[in-house]
């Protein structure tokens, strides 16, 4: 493959993902449906991958093309060994008037901006959350239900929320623990326990944390806006297995009962925090999604509905990953061997 082809297979498959993603999203959904988890690796990876790839423009390009020099002595030198070490391709440079260094150095310093504001917007997302945690965990009680240690929080409203295990793991209200039966209790904590087991919360923060800054890119935004739907049909997969479909969509057709008492206290996602304000979306508060989400649960789509949209994601994914790599990796084996 020649430099301009590899160049070519980047900037259109980055198009291709960013314009006709979100439909590939929207048509997939049967599909991905039925294997949540994998949905959910296909989903992150890529965006993460289209990530990658958008920064790896820059470092590709500085092996096609050639200018002016904007280091002097031994710097200069050295940039320019790097950058002999890691093209591997034999084709002369076009001589322009952008610095080929300058290139990367570009691509560098935007990878390090992004990872920086990602960062701190994780850090931030965590607070926010510890904070809406410490708040729920002030008034409860720990309290071991079914074999699960959970904190159990005094409010008629039914709610089962699970945050990070280090912040508090499963809380769940004493309303919940009323109305729900044995079976249902049951398909609710394998509900909680499968979002901290799959690490839910992470997934959530970081792809959260991403699109915060890269929503402008259609793929990312449809991503973000489904993803929550298939961390939710992931536990509820699992909540399925452990405890029974029946338990699972009984418990769920309680818990978003509009006509109980008290029930728009926790039944969108979002804990009341001190003061009176919404805390962030915290992942696995369980609730009644409208008739889809029981729908999926009790006569789930199946055949190939989806499957060539899902497919053509992975495929995608597939395609930016490698190309991707054949620009990472001559970088970072010529930094390896030396050229420094």
């Known amino acids: 493959m020649t430099p301009t082809l590899l160049a070519v297979t980047m900037v259109g498959g980055l198009l291709l993902a960013a314009l006709l993603g979100p439909w590939a999203v929207r048509r997939a959904a049967p599909s991905l449906a039925r294997a949540p988890r994998t949905a959910v690796a296909l989903l992150s990876g890529a965006v993460l991958v289209w990530v990658a790839t958008l920064l790896a423009v820059g470092p590709l390009l500085a092996w096609l093309v050639s200018g002016p020099v904007l280091l002097s002595g031994q710097a200069a030198e050295v940039c320019q060994r790097c950058l002999a070490a890691a093209n591997p391709f034999a084709a002369s440079p076009v001589d322009t008037a952008a610095p080929a260094a300058g290139l990367v150095v570009l691509s560098s310093a935007a990878a390090v901006l992004m990872v920086g504001a990602i960062w701190r917007d994780l850090l931030h997302r965590r607070r926010r959350t510890r904070g809406s945690a410490q708040w729920l965990l002030a008034d409860a009680e720990s309290r071991t ?156 789509v199946g055949g190939m509905a989806g499957a060539v949209p899902a497919v053509a994601i992975m495929a995608n994914l597939v395609v930016l990953g490698l190309v991707s790599a054949v620009v990472y990796l001559p970088y970072a084996w010529a930094v390896l061997s030396g050229c420094l």
């Open 145 to 300: 239900v079914q074999g699960h240690q959970v904190s159990l929080f005094p409010s008629e409203s039914p709610f089962a929320v699970a945050f990070p295990a280090s912040q508090g793991g499963i809380v769940l209200s004493t309303g919940a623990l009323q109305l729900l039966d044995e079976g249902e209790l049951a398909a609710v904590l394998a509900h909680e326990k499968a979002h901290l087991g799959q690490r839910h919360h992470l997934v959530s923060d970081v792809l959260g944390s991403v699109a915060k800054h890269l929503r402008w890119v259609p793929l990312i935004a449809a991503v973000v806006d489904v993803l929550p739907q298939y961390l939710e049909i992931a536990a509820d997969h699992r909540a399925c297995r452990r405890a029974g479909t029946t338990a699972l969509v009984s418990a769920l057709v309680k818990l978003g009962d509009p006509s109980r008492k008290g029930e728009h206290h926790m039944t969108s996602r979002r804990a009341m925090a001190p003061g009176g304000g919404l805390a962030p979306p915290m992942v696995g508060v369980l609730h009644a999604a409208g008739p889809e989400r029981i729908r999926q649960l009790v006569a789930p």
